[in-house]
């Protein structure tokens, strides 16, 4: 059973940045994505990455902002995001799978970390 492990959550000031972790081993065969879930809300697809890398997307609100690659050497998938805002606020998820093109359907997805907190406050 795959294990994921995310880490890199915190709190951080609207405009501040995080970089998030998303380690297992055996990532380099699976696509790997990130949601999120804010309290009271939906799970929402936040970016993805396919295993050869060739195949990236993101969610609209966090484009432009927010960049998800591949670390090799340290077998993790990382997902840099800056200029955090307020409706940042989630708990965020990596997922993996073994298709070859990432989707932002979450009933796609067989594998779950438990998560890391991020909390965007003044």
């Known amino acids: 059973q795959l294990q994921l492990v995310e880490s890199g959550g915190g709190s951080v000031r609207p405009g501040g940045s995080l970089r998030l972790s998303c380690a297992a081993s055996?990532?380099?065969?699976?696509?790997i994505v990130w949601f999120r879930q804010a309290p009271g809300r939906e799970r929402q697809f936040v970016a993805g990455?396919?295993?050869?890398?060739?195949?990236?997307i993101y969610d609209d609100s966090v484009r432009g902002r927010s960049t998800i690659s591949r670390d090799v050497a340290k077998n993790t998938v990382d997902l840099q995001m800056n200029s955090l805002a307020l409706e940042d606020t989630a708990v965020y998820y990596c997922?993996?799978?073994?298709?070859?093109?990432?989707?932002?359907?979450?009933?796609?997805?067989?594998?779950w970390g438990q998560g890391t907190q991020v909390t965007v406050s003044s």
């Open positions: 997922a993996a799978a073994g298709i070859t093109v990432p989707t932002s359907k979450d009933n796609e997805w067989d594998y």
């Open positions: 055996g990532l380099d065969y699976l696509s």
């Open positions: 990455i396919s295993r050869t890398a060739r195949t990236i």
